[in-house]
């Protein structure tokens, strides 16, 4: 962020210089906050069931005398899950709960009582009620209780001591500097003046959008604060393209919002969200890796023969990196095999290839022709850049008709609100290859639109198995 010259407005009267230090220390944590934040709650949960059974186990020696066998392993066994599927119900997981003491003592509490209630109806809808001790269960229930008020107490106290910049929200404010006096002492709220750091809405720049795609990338909300009505719009329009969370600080006027929200004592709309949520991007995330880990095994060393095989066709690189756009329209670097004379290559993706392109080398061909020239976008993958599956990433360049494809689609850019694919809807359906005309884009864009809202897992799979079909198709040139 440094590069675009963002500031912090804090107050000094808003934290210790303790805290600050804290925040500052924390850096390297923050960097990763998704990945602790999702350990904070699988931790939570461990915990709870821990505890859970330790109540269990000192149950059943208060009921014996000693650590001996009892029936606390099969009443935990009806317990445990039951509480789980309770406090995942209230949320008791939540980054709001886990660092409220009143929210998560009172969530977790409650999750037992339901957790209770379920597991004394199985018991006597099984009939099986009689093998358990009823002073057992009362036991557990008493001292399950007092851990889980204990253990989340401390829970809540460490968070809030050694996580506080994981677990609080940050906030990003775009404002045109006017009312400044609301904005906050919360360090985790960043205001940035977009007047004084001179950025204009412009949706029809992509630099526009990788601007501020990095302004915003750390941040849980989006706050927007315009006086300036025309500004207001442009400005939401753009997060709306971008498929970013943002919230808006305005009467309603010709927003169309999807929900209420506030920050400090003022109302704000939700203008955009962004297509998947947190878990379901681990989960496509975690795909990724897994499959393209063991595609690698399998196809890394084709990736260093058909180098090879480049290098020795024509002077120059073994791979091709062109700037491309990406998740929020943040630009990044592609990579591909090299299919043409390093001479002549175009770098900005003005000029599409076309059948029998005098520009392509005769080892280019054939990797254009079998789509190997796209392996090497594994590692883009590997990097967090892209995905398997994915609307394909186009060059800034690129131009149906003689103009840039943002021009011809009013949608174009809310194609880029989840990563770019090695493989997409589009092509498996054979929308591949040079763009010629205005539907030869407008069928692409449409596919990309649709496997962004219809997204699932088994979408991604089938899409991947599909691309086994078309790797070899009559417009791969």
Known sequence: MGEIGIYYELSESAASEGRKERLRSRGGLGRHRNLVRLSLIVGAAVIDLATIGVAGILAGAL???????????????????????????????????????????????????????????????????????????????????????????????????????????????????????RRTGNMMTMMVNVRKHNIVPALSD????????????????????????????????????????????????????????????????????GPLNLGERLLKRGFDLAVTGAMLLVVGPVIAICAIL?????????????????????????????????????NSGNISASRGDARITRIGNFLRRTSLDELPQLFNVLNGDMSLVGPRPHALGSRAEGALFWELIPDYWSRHTMKPGVTGLAQVRGYRGATHSR???????????????????????????????????????
Not at 135 to 144: D, M, N, Q, S
Not at 146 to 171: C, H, K, N, Q, T
Not at 207 to 234: G, I, M, N, P
Not at 316 to 329: D, I, K, L, S, T
Request: one cysteine or more; glycine letters at 4%.
């Open 63 to 181: 009921r014996h005398g000693e650590l001996s066998p009892s029936n606390w392993d099969q009443t935990l066994a009806l317990l445990a899950p039951s509480y789980l599927l309770a406090a995942i119900a209230l949320r008791a997981y939540d980054m709001r709960a886990l660092r409220s003491f009143s929210r998560s003592i009172l969530r977790a509490l409650a999750a037992l009582i339901i957790a209770a209630a379920i597991s004394f109806s199985v018991t006597f809808a099984l009939k099986v009620s009689a093998e358990l001790s009823r002073l057992e269960v009362g036991y557990t229930l008493l001292l399950g209780s007092v851990l889980l008020v204990l253990v989340r107490a401390m829970g809540v106290s460490m968070i809030r001591r050694f996580l506080f910049s994981i677990v609080e929200p940050r906030i990003v404010v775009l404002t045109d500097g006017v009312g400044m006096e």
């Open 206 to 273: 992509p630099k526009f959008f990788d601007r501020v795609s990095r302004t915003v990338r750390d941040a849980d909300r989006v706050v927007l604060s315009f006086a300036d009505s025309e500004e207001r719009l442009k400005w939401a329009e753009a997060m709306r393209l971008s498929g970013l969370d943002a919230e808006i600080v305005a009467d309603l006027g010709d927003v169309q919002p999807l929900a209420l929200s506030h920050w400090q004592n003022h109302p704000t709309l939700v203008i955009s969200r």
């Open 439 to 477: 539907i030869d884009i407008e069928k692409r864009v449409a596919a990309d639109l649709e496997y962004i809202n219809g997204w699932s897992l088994w979408l991604d799979i089938k899409i991947l198995f599909m691309t086994l079909k078309v790797a070899i198709h009559h417009n791969a040139y």
């Open 310 to 346: 480049v290098k020795l066709d024509s002077p120059g690189p073994a791979f091709f990196v062109q700037e491309r756009v990406g998740r929020n329209n943040r630009t990044y670097r592609c990579f591909k095999l090299r299919t043409m004379r390093n001479d002549l290559s175009d």
